[in-house]
């Protein structure tokens, strides 16, 4: 990733223009940490970086930043910039172009996130971001207040970095948050979602939850059953039990499996019909809710008798020919007690136990 960053760089330097990479990339490879993509800043505009790759793969280019995938990795290259106008505490609806990094690293986020590496892989730290990661503060640059005022996402964006890397906020951020967080009501659910997930997936989650938590965030963030959640370990778990699902963004199908973790909540997930008219996935969320050991529900799950009403050994034919009927709505109800005496282990399920014991059944009625 980064032999080829390192290229990327001199590829765009050759042509006269300034190139660094930037942010996350540099920030994780001082820690040690890997990376999922690339942030590249230049001189260069978004229109002379398409004749510089123009053997590349550029599938597209918004607001000034243009993406390059070389070898599965994403290069995002934007333009140093300045941003002008910010709306409704949000993103920047007026930038300009500029031909200064350092101006371009002002209108970042945090201290941290403005860590260069130049073509030959030299640090070029003009904010003092190595001495913040050094020490684990997450701090604006610049003036907490107005950064947050600007762009309210940049809240949550501390959040989540704190988390993900276990890191303090300054004083001047703790402060900021109190005074700009109701900035926040306006952010899209969206956005607000994204930094969520990222938050609920870190392993330090507990630490990013009880930060959310002291800021009143959730209330702010309208998921005040957050405080009331006991295990981080699955995500759409996490959503389900904050019951949020009229107001964030979710697909059907994510709506639906909420809907079936909360019914299955208050039930014994070890309890083979619950399993069964479950199934395994929505058992072992609720279990990982519950703190039950994942392990034995998967093996309770293993030892079901049947999983699917075709695994039981009579077809319809031979019901409707033992009970002597045509079929009809009633096949549903024998099923259904059928399903139910097999998984409580009343009935084994092999097909002369079945026979008799419908025969037993039919002769009674
Ligand atoms: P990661 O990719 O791990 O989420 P990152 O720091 O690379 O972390 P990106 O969202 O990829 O974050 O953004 C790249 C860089 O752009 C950041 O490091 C930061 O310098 C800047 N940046 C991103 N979002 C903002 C924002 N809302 N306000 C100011 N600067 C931002
Ligand atoms: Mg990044």
């Not at 994942?294 to 999983?307: E, F, G, S, T, W």
Request: glycine share 6%; aromatic share 8%; charged share 25%.
């Amino acid at each position: 990733m980064l032999e080829t960053s390192l290229k990327i760089l001199k590829k765009i330097n050759e042509t006269g223009y300034q190139a660094y990479i930037v942010g996350g990339f540099v920030r994780d490879y001082l820690l040690g940490n890997t990376s999922q993509d690339v942030d590249i800043c230049t001189s260069a505009t978004p229109k002379e970086l398409r004749s510089i790759f123009s053997d590349a793969y550029l599938p597209h280019e918004e607001y000034g930043s243009v993406t390059l995938v070389l070898h599965q990795v994403r290069f995002e290259i934007t333009t140093f910039r300045k941003e002008l106008k910010y709306e409704h505490n949000r993103k920047p609806v007026e930038i300009r172009y500029i031909d200064s990094l350092e101006e371009d690293l002002l209108r970042r986020d945090f201290t941290i996130n403005t860590l260069c590496m130049d073509q030959d892989g030299n640090i070029i730290d003009l904010l003092n971001g190595r001495q913040d990661l050094q020490k684990g503060i997450i701090q604006t640059v610049g003036d907490s207040t107005l950064k947050f005022t600007e762009d309210s996402l940049r809240i949550l964006r501390a959040i989540r970095f704190a988390t993900s890397l276990n890191f303090k906020l300054s004083e001047e951020v703790i402060a900021a948050i109190q005074t700009t967080k109701h900035f926040l009501k306006g952010l899209s659910y969206q956005r607000k979602k994204d930094e969520l997930d990222r938050i609920f997936l870190s392993p330090n989650v507990t630490y990013g939850v009880s930060l959310l938590i002291t800021f009143g965030l959730d209330e702010i963030l309208e998921i005040p059953k957050l405080g009331s959640i006991t295990s981080f370990d699955d995500l759409m778990g996490v959503w389900a039990m904050l019951e949020v699902d009229d107001r964030y963004p979710f697909t059907k199908n994510e709506r639906d499996l909420m809907k079936e973790i909360r019914n299955v909540y208050p039930c014994n997930v070890l309890d083979p019909m619950v399993l069964y008219q479950h199934k395994l996935y929505v058992c072992s969320v609720v279990g990982r809710l519950k703190g039950i050991d994942p392990k034995k529900i998967a093996q309770k799950y293993v030892d079901l008798p049947i999983h699917l009403r075709t695994d039981i050994n009579i077809t319809a034919q031979g019901i409707c020919q033992i009970l002597n009927k045509s079929p009809g709505p009633f096949l549903k109800e024998v099923y259904v007690m059928l399903e139910e005496c097999i998984l409580k282990g009343d009935l084994i399920n092999q097909r002369e136990k079945i026979v008799a014991y419908l025969q037993s059944f039919s002769s009674e009625s």
